[in-house]
């Protein structure tokens, strides 16, 4: 048998060498026609790898969830807080205790050196117009007259002196004219008239009663009216009178407080009030156009007023009247916590040395001592009948209500800011 594997190597490199120098001769012939051709040859672009910065800028596997994942652990956060607050054991204990009045009366002196409080007197000038109505009415015109039948059944004789008042049942005044003596057991007919003009004065037959006489003497002695009294005629009109005036002055002083009183509000330092019992308007001028007796109704003004008020640290004042208060207790009771009620009145005020002295007046509520720092560490931990006997073994407890959430917890919290004290007076003073 003849080998013919070189025979087929020698064939197969002949066919390489041909095949190569065939595709060199088309990639020739390709280009020359590219050259001559006019039809321009459309470029394919081959895509790139992307650089590192383009990798950097997408997106990281997993980044979405990690985002969920912090979302439910802040969710479950505030679902837990909300769940530890509502659901955690606490104990709202309130107390009923038997409480004692406490009344203290006591002078205060602020604004001078060593006193309660610091104090400081605020004043303005103020000059002001204004106008008051006339409030005064009087009748203008005629008053009614006639005659009166003077009756003494007594058994003396009565002398009558010139202007004795007469009334009539319903309240209306007479006068008589002129005095007249009227003899025991007779009768004395004398001249009236109405004590103020108008028509109110025109009476028809009745009886009149001396206003002076008490009710005995009036059954003795009295005056008969046996033909009507006429002529009252006229008509209420206003008429200027010293109380208008007076009050035209306080209407200066009140326009002055009012403009001025939210300026000294305003410049109060902090922690400062003022005593509203110690405003004044003091009337350094006063001008009215009108006088006692003019028939006008109003009265126009002009003044210049003076507005003084003592202001005070509220708060010094407070710790002082606390103070004194307790100062006034007895060993086994203590302040019912809150507020103190007091009312103040001016008893006397030094404007040049800013002085003023309050009487003061408290009244508060008291109640046995109990040391409220430590009950709550009493209480914490303990089951709820043994809260309630330890409480209502306390003095002056009279009642003890004591409620625990949730439902099932049978036990004060030992931890005490989970626990709650009310305390209530079985009498609580008014205002206090």
């Known amino acids: 048998m003849r080998d013919i ?126 106008v008051v109505p006339v409030e005064n009415r009087e009748k203008v015109g005629t008053r009614a007259a006639g005659e009166a039948m003077i009756v003494n059944s007594s058994t003396q004789e009565q002398p009558l ?15 008589m004219v002129r ?25 028809g037959p009745q009886r009149l009663d001396f206003v002076a006489l008490d009710a005995t003497s009036r059954q003795l002695i009295y005056a008969e009216v046996e ?53 004044t308007g003091e009337i350094a001028s006063f001008t009215p156009e009108a006088v006692a007796g003019d028939k006008i109704p109003e009265i126009k003004y002009s003044a210049s007023v003076i507005v003084r008020v003592m202001g005070l640290e509220q708060e010094n004042v407070l710790r002082h009247l606390r103070e004194m208060l307790a100062g006034h207790l007895d060993a086994e009771f203590m302040l019912f916590p809150g507020p103190i009620s007091y009312t103040k009145s001016v008893k006397s005020v030094n404007w040049e040395a800013n002085e003023i002295t309050l009487a003061v007046r408290m009244t508060h509520t008291t109640i046995p001592h109990l040391s409220l720092d430590t009950l709550k560490t009493k209480l914490a931990g303990r089951t709820q009948d043994e809260a309630r006997t330890y409480l209502e073994g306390l003095p002056g407890v009279q009642g003890v209500e004591i409620m625990l959430w949730p439902f099932w917890v049978g036990s004060i919290p030992r931890i005490e800011q989970r626990i709650s004290l009310e305390l209530t007076p079985e009498r609580q003073l008014e205002g206090s």
């Open 5 to 130: 594997r070189p025979a087929r190597r020698l064939g197969s490199e002949a066919e390489s060498t041909e095949l190569y120098e065939s595709t060199e001769e088309t990639k020739r012939l390709t280009k020359t026609r590219r050259e001559a051709s006019p039809v321009p040859v459309t470029t394919i672009p081959v895509a790139t790898p992307p650089t590192l910065k383009q990798e950097r800028r997408a997106p990281r596997v997993g980044a979405g969830e990690r985002k969920i994942l912090l979302g439910a652990f802040f969710l479950a956060l505030v679902v837990g807080g909300l769940a530890a607050f509502i659901f955690l054991p606490t104990a709202t204990i309130a107390m009923r205790l038997r409480t004692a009045p406490l009344l203290v009366e006591e002078e205060v002196v602020i604004g001078s050196e060593g006193a309660v409080a610091a104090g400081n007197a605020f004043f303005r000038e103020v000059a002001v117009t204004g």
């Open 161 to 175: 002196r010139e202007q004795s008042r007469l009334q009539t049942p319903d309240g209306r005044i007479f006068h």
């Open 179 to 203: 005095h007249a003596i009227v003899p025991a057991g007779t009768r004395a007919r004398v001249p009236i008239e109405a004590a103020a003009a108008g028509e109110e004065g025109n009476i």
């Open 227 to 279: 033909q009507p009294l006429t002529g009252g005629s006229g008509a209420e009109i206003a008429v200027v009178s010293e109380a208008d005036l007076a009050r035209a002055q306080e209407n200066a002083a009140a326009s002055a407080r009012t403009e001025v009183e939210l300026e000294i509000r305003e410049q109060l330092p902090h922690g400062w009030s003022l005593v509203e019992e110690s405003w």
